[in-house]
């Protein structure tokens, strides 16, 4: 099953609408009111449940933990983005970080909230922070193989302010 891959927050300069894409195909949210139209909430939706796909297995909800997750960096002008800002994977699983624009990124997983075990466990494996991402399309994969279940929390930094997220390792 192929998938779609959401961008978010396009605005378009002349009309100011905003819009999102997506398989290829890019729909206005607003009408020339400025208000959410019909199709821009239907559009709104769809991304929204495609970007929360990272976070479902095949055999159940997300609260059950997936072996794979994947985490949308993205951001314009002051603002970033992490979409979906809160994973659950399963003690084996991973979680790929990747950029849906041109912008500098890091991935930096915080000490404050974290256990002693999950903060040995990501220096122990040399988790703890990611290098840069320079590009649209480039990905940081954490494996948690070994991994002892948590909360691990993280920032992202880039030109915006940071935003924070968590991975849940169950």
Do not use: K
């Amino acid at each position: 099953m192929a998938v779609l891959r959401p961008l978010w927050n396009r605005v378009d300069r002349r009309s100011g609408r905003r819009y999102v894409t997506f398989g290829g195909h890019s729909e206005s949210l607003q009408g020339r009111s400025g208000a959410l139209t019909p199709s821009g909430l239907l559009a709104l939706l769809v991304v929204s449940s495609l970007s929360l796909g990272g976070c479902e297995s095949r055999n159940g909800p997300a609260s059950q933990g997936v072996a794979r997750a994947e985490i949308v960096l993205g951001g314009r002008g002051t603002e970033e983005h992490v979409v979906p800002s809160r994973v659950v994977v399963q003690v084996g699983g991973s979680v790929v970080f990747r950029t849906a624009d041109s912008r500098v990124h890091t991935v930096e997983f915080s000490a404050v909230g974290m256990t002693s075990e999950v903060r040995d466990f990501l220096r122990r494996t040399n988790q703890l922070r990611s290098p840069p991402l320079l590009e649209r399309g480039t990905e940081y994969t954490v494996s948690f193989e070994g991994a002892p279940p948590g909360f691990y929390p993280f920032s992202v930094q880039g030109p915006g302010a940071p935003v924070d997220g968590a991975v849940v390792v169950e």
